[in-house]
């Protein structure tokens, strides 16, 4: 029986893949890094210290510090997403539905805490949510389990009884790991057909409206 839902954040309740790459674009751009594209297709879904590090050359991190570097891309990407952010279609349909049947919600993401309060307030969605967990309240991001470990304790679930929904391989391990009692995959971000390859996945979705009924997740 579910008893809870966990969101992760980017790719999921947002579409915003190609805005988090725009940004990297212009955020790499000022530092002269070039071949960033290739290394950052492996790292959806993963916190911000470790995709700096994967990124950005080691003398430009000690220059400025993985956390200021990770502050300048995240004020990029929300200064050219905030016109166009919107949630993922069917979604407040879905938390309303959620909501109806007394099953609890909370965001699981990897990203910083700025950046989950932005998308919730502009998405105005925050009120369906019972817990926020961000990168930044946990010591290991996705793929580790801690962020769904950790939502699912602060919901008082065990995370047997929550389904979790995710769009990156990152993610999927990390709710894999966590022990989710069923995972909801969107193809926001990698194709259907890479995504059915993936250990654990129990259903595959284009967007929420493909959710008809709650039971749908039981």
Do not use: Q
């Not at 307030?121 to 949510?129: D, K, L």
């Amino acid at each position: 029986m579910i008893e809870a839902a966990i969101f992760d954040m980017d790719g999921t309740l947002v579409d915003n893949t190609a805005y988090h790459v725009r940004a990297f674009e212009l955020f790499c751009e000022r530092y002269g890094v070039r071949d960033w594209r290739e290394k950052l297709a492996t790292a959806f879904g993963k916190g911000n210290d470790d995709i700096m590090r994967l990124i950005m050359p080691e003398e430009v991190i000690r220059e400025k510090g993985i956390e200021a570097l990770a502050e300048e891309k995240e004020g990029i990407y929300r200064a050219i997403y905030a016109p166009a952010i919107r949630p993922v279609a069917g979604l407040r349909e879905l938390l309303e539905r959620l909501r109806a049947a007394d099953i609890r919600c909370a965001v699981g993401s990897s990203g910083c805490r700025t950046n989950v309060e932005f998308v919730l307030e502009r998405c105005g969605i925050g009120a369906y949510f019972d817990v926020r967990i961000s990168g930044d309240m946990v010591t290991r991001c996705k793929p580790d389990p801690e962020i769904y470990r950790t939502a699912a304790a602060a919901l008082e679930v065990d995370p047997a009884r929550c389904v979790i929904f995710e769009d990156a391989k990152a993610g999927i391990e990390a709710a894999r790991r966590a022990g989710a009692g069923r995972i909801v995959v969107l193809t926001t971000t990698l194709p259907r057909e890479e995504l059915e390859r993936e250990v654990g996945v129990d259903r595959i979705i284009d967007d929420f409206g493909d959710i008809r009924s709650v039971d749908e997740l039981r």
